[in-house]
């Protein structure tokens, strides 16, 4: 919620309507979704380090080398290729916990799922949870992406403060 660059905004069909909900005095329900969809996307990040670290030690030597010549975010791209689809499952059910709390969720999903079947909202955006689980993969990957990015602009010091890192958990 604290990160712009990653904070998970009301999707497209309820954020061309917050305007109008807003003077409709809806601005408080508004706001407290958007409060619970990004703490959903925050208790959920964490589960993705073991999922990460598998797909770190079954990396193929074809793997290690595309990453070698890949872009400035190869690496956050074989992520995305071998983690997003478990991702997306394991987040699923906290992201759904943590969105229940809000009353306004299913309502959400009945105003959208009616949407979805007059063909006015794709099926694949007809579920908040959908929406939440989505965004936070992005925000994850945008966050790795950018970490990568600093990392191979100067490999020396990551080298370092890495380093650090490991050998103060160590102790």
Known sequence: MGNEKVRIGLPDALNKAAKILKTLGMGQQLYALTLQKNRAAEQAVPL??????????????????GILRGGDTAVTQYFVDKTRAPLSTQFMPQVQRVLGQLGVVEQFNAVAGKLSSMGLLPRDKALLENHVTDKTLDGLYYMIGEEEK????NPGQAGSALLSKVFVAVR
């Open 48 to 65: 993705a380090q073991k999922t990460l670290m598998q797909s770190i030690q079954t990396l193929s030597v074809q793997d290690a080398k």
């Open 150 to 153: 600093k990392i191979r602009q």
